[in-house]
């Protein structure tokens, strides 16, 4: 069992340092991608035939391979025989490639529509533009849902390293394109490079599924009953998974509507920098406690009601104590962040400024980003869709109204303040549906919760003198010295409060100077 542990331990370190990996060479490749295009109509409309396939992908297809195929895929590897479920994973990946064809194919014919739909007042040059583009990058809807099959099967199998790290092999790619040829060829090339990038994401998958036996053989047969069973479970889970890709639809029809285009990319860029930072954190932790909430809420059913709240109550405290300085944190270094990140070549100070604005709302839904995600995953190992799909429902209701009202008085910073409110609203219901059915909000985490707001409070009270006077700095040494001094001052508060995760970060820091 030990050896199991270590095991298990060693194999969720190395995920995430290559997820980690992965995403800083998205960021980068953000990065250069915003520098060289800055906020010019071009890059308006490349942004947006970006956002269209990249979250209709999240809306139709994302949800059900990871919801819905792989819990069936894995029983039929468990309670049938092998060939039977390599049989239900070729009969799903030609349903989702066909599908998935037909709707790139659609989007390729509609994409005057859509772009006029979406882009009416950025003018006719852009529109015409973006509706190109889309042409092109609708395609990513195909090669990319394909991928996502085959690294359900993949992880099924066993295989998780590919699967963390195969957005690098894309990432770098593209790179190179941005590097060495966009100022010869510009942004169709980069459009292309985008497409050929999700190719070889696609093709890196067959070595480890070849190796594990797994061949893929088309075949459509749609009376199959676990193919069935699959589109059974997908509704609810697909419309639970809606929120944040429906959300960015919204913004991204609100803000040349409503506002301005330019602040399309600036709120792309913005979302980079706040999704690398809570993503990789948030998702890492659901990631690992959902397998370990499904098999609770097992036992759970089998008469032992207190496993899965304890796991449960543990990672909403968990969540809680790390998100809550780190949204304080991004708040108070919104502005070098921004600048540092983004401000260069033809990405002008004005445009990192609203970056900057735009990021500061958007660390207000930090917390309700993290619990939203962790609950939704709850709700999903209680084979419970219902309640996620509602308050997805509901939150995206919100983000409309608020994205519509505040536009006009906050600008981008209205969009943004939209989507921290709709994401905290549905973390804080489904936190408060769930408490009611398994008692995870106990009196210590309410005496928690109280002691970690006391100690961010504190720590940002010193971070904010502290950024008054190192204002002149370099921007790199502002972001080290306030994470630094952050991470003491809050940790150190924890321990002398008495917060249960501050003390056991000190213990186990203790343990390791100890044996070493």
Request: a positive charge; one cysteine or more; charged letters at 10%.
């Amino acid at each position: 069992m030990d050896r199991a542990v270590k095991n298990g331990v060693k194999t969720v370190s190395v995920m995430m340092v290559l997820v980690l990996i992965a995403k800083l060479a998205g960021f980068v490749r953000e990065i250069v991608t915003l520098r060289l295009m800055g906020t010019t109509p071009e890059s308006v409309a490349f942004t947006w035939a970006l956002t269209i396939p990249s979250n209709f992908l999240d809306v139709a297809f994302a949800a059900a391979i990871s919801a819905s195929f792989i819990p069936v895929f894995n029983s039929y590897l468990e309670k049938k025989s092998r060939q039977e479920a390599f049989g239900v994973a070729g009969n799903f990946i030609t349903f989702v490639i066909a599908l998935s064809f037909l709707a790139s194919l659609i989007g390729f014919f509609a994409a005057d529509a859509i772009a006029t739909a979406f882009l009416a007042e950025s003018g006719a040059e852009t529109t015409a533009l973006a509706a190109q583009l889309l042409r092109i990058l609708i395609f990513i809807v195909f090669t990319t849902t394909t991928a996502f099959a085959l690294t359900g099967v993949l992880q099924s199998l066993g295989g998780f390293y590919i699967p963390s790290i195969m957005s690098l092999v894309p990432n770098v790619l593209i790179l190179i394109y941005l590097l060495l040829f966009f100022e010869q060829i510009g942004v169709f090339g980069l459009a292309f490079a985008f497409i050929i990038g999700n190719i070889l994401q696609l093709a890196i998958l067959i070595p480890p599924l070849y190796k594990r036996g797994f061949r893929f053989r088309p075949r459509l047969n749609l009376r199959d009953d676990a193919l069935r069973q699959i589109v059974r479970l997908s509704p609810m889970f697909l419309v639970s998974a809606w929120l944040f890709p429906i959300n960015n639809l919204i913004h991204s029809w609100v803000i040349p509507n409503r506002y301005n285009p330019e602040a399309l990319v600036q709120l792309r860029a913005a979302n980079t920098i706040y999704l690398v930072l809570t993503g990789f954190f948030v998702l890492s932790v659901t990631n690992v406690l959902f397998p370990k909430l499904s098999k609770e809420a097992a036992k759970d059913s089998m008469g032992r009601e207190s496993a899965f709240s304890q796991t449960l109550s543990g990672a909403i405290s968990a969540v809680i104590f790390f998100l809550i300085p780190m949204a304080v944190g991004l708040w108070i270094l919104r502005e070098p962040i921004a600048r540092m990140a983004f401000y260069g070549g033809n990405f002008s100070e004005a445009s990192a400024a609203q970056v900057a604005y735009a990021l500061g709302f958007l660390s207000l839904g930090m917390l309700g980003f993290g619990l939203t995600t962790l609950l939704s995953r709850a709700f999903f190992a209680l084979m419970d869709g219902k309640v996620p799909m509602i308050t997805s429902l509901a939150a995206i209701a919100i983000n409309f109204t608020a994205s519509m009202i505040l536009v006009g008085h906050l600008g981008i910073g209205g969009v943004a303040l939209a989507q921290a409110i709709s994401v905290s609203a549905a973390g804080l219901a489904m936190f408060v549906i769930i408490s009611r059915k398994h008692p995870t909000f106990t009196r210590k985490i309410a005496i928690n919760l109280l002691k970690m707001c006391l100690a961010a409070v504190i720590m940002a009270a010193v971070l904010i003198g502290v950024m008054h006077i190192i204002a002149d700095l370099p921007y790199i040494l502002i972001i080290g010295i306030i994470c630094l001094q952050g991470i003491i001052i809050y940790f150190a508060t924890g321990i002398i409060l008495g917060i249960g995760e501050a003390e056991t970060a000190r213990d186990l820091i203790l343990a390791r100077f100890k044996r070493s």
